[in-house]
């Protein structure tokens, strides 16, 4: 009862500290218990703060977003900051200790701990940092104004770069000079327009955008995986439509990724009302993007190592991409049998998939078959081999045969085999 309670509380908070002002906007970020006892170890008594949030989780929380990431900066370095927290029994991992980066955890809540850092020199991937104490040095090196905004568990903003305007008023800034920034880490073309579509309330900056035209083949030096991880990012914002119903946008976006053949469909999702458009999840998204009745979409997978689950899911819906075009497809017989021979997923896959590509059928109808899946009990064949066995078949070939020839005849019957039709199977056995 005491953890429904404070859940309602935290809704409540993320919705008045979004209406009334950022001065209270990084309450719920004050309020997690677990961030207040790691403050509390690395920060000294009597001295000014050592450590800070920063970047997504104090913008979210000035936007009342949802938070899941939660990374500090401190001016401790790593191997104090381990000391500190091991002290306390609180785990920590190496994750990037090189670049100044630990991992603790504490209450299964992670917290991404950086050491304020300075660039030394970096290749377009890779930067080698020097740590420091200075955190408008720190500041600096961040990628946008937006992402450089620090607070304390008190709740202080520190805001060297007036990230906090700029947030406000829907300005996208790289810190200094874009093509600099661009340089020292190419994923940045991708991250600028993940963050003009979710915040903007301007046009494009010109500036920018040449910067990035001039530099856009350097994506090719990012690790196909850490492309992934931001196209997900991307493909879960409300508005993606965006990015392609902008011609300058979408002449970049379509460079990185000519695979993204059928944005248009993304219209679509964009018209449904929230209910709806929460059904499609970053893959299947991504499947809209993509997908037709041709095995195409292998390349994409093999280029960016999805899983097989991913594959898996892609293929069932390109080796059906014909029959959603059939009325026949829509029916509830045909919804069973597609659930029995494959699973409830990836029918609603299919069916959330064919509200993009078959104008012919009302949205309306879909839903219902949606609905329908939900509720759909998945058949089982009441005949098994030991039955035939004990009426007179030997086991083989001959009652396999026999076994897969009464499943057939009772799926097409719509999951139904009458008494008559078993009885005239075993009665050949016993005139043989």
Known sequence: MFKKIKNIILQADRFLYKKFGSDKSTKFLENIKEARIIFSHLNEIGKESEVRFVGGCVRKAICGENIDDIDLATSVEPEDVKKRLNKQDIKVIDTGISHGTVTAILNNKKFEITTLRKDVSTDGRHAKVQFTSNWEEDASRRDFTINAIY????????????????????????????????????????????????????????????????????????????????????????????????????????????????????????????????????????AVLILDGTNNYEYFCHKYKTSNNIKNRFKNISINFKNLKSKKFYSEENIKKLIYFSNKDYVRDLLLFSICTNNKIKILDIKKLIDYVDICKIPKFPISGDYLIKHGYETGQALGKKLKSLEEKWIANNFIIEKKTIKKSLNKVSKS
């Open 151 to 286: 607070a304390d568990i008190e709740g202080r903003i520190f805001d060297p770069l007036n990230g906090m305007l700029d947030l406000q008023n829907g300005i996208i800034k790289f810190i200094g000079s874009p093509e600099e920034r661009i340089q020292e880490d190419y994923l940045r073309i991708l991250r600028y327009f993940r963050f003009f579509t979710q915040y903007s309330k301007t046009d494009y900056d010109q500036k920018i955008i040449r910067a990035i035209k001039q530099h856009i083949n350097g994506i090719n030096k990012i690790s196909n995986e850490r492309i992934f991880d931001e196209l997900k990012k991307i493909t879960i914002l409300k508005n993606i439509y965006s990015l392609f119903s902008h011609e300058l946008s979408k002449e970049i976006i379509l460079n990185i990724f000519p695979q993204f053949k059928y944005y248009e469909r993304l219209k679509i999702i964009n018209n449904l009302n929230k209910k709806s458009r929460d059904m499609y999840d970053i893959h299947l998204i991504l």
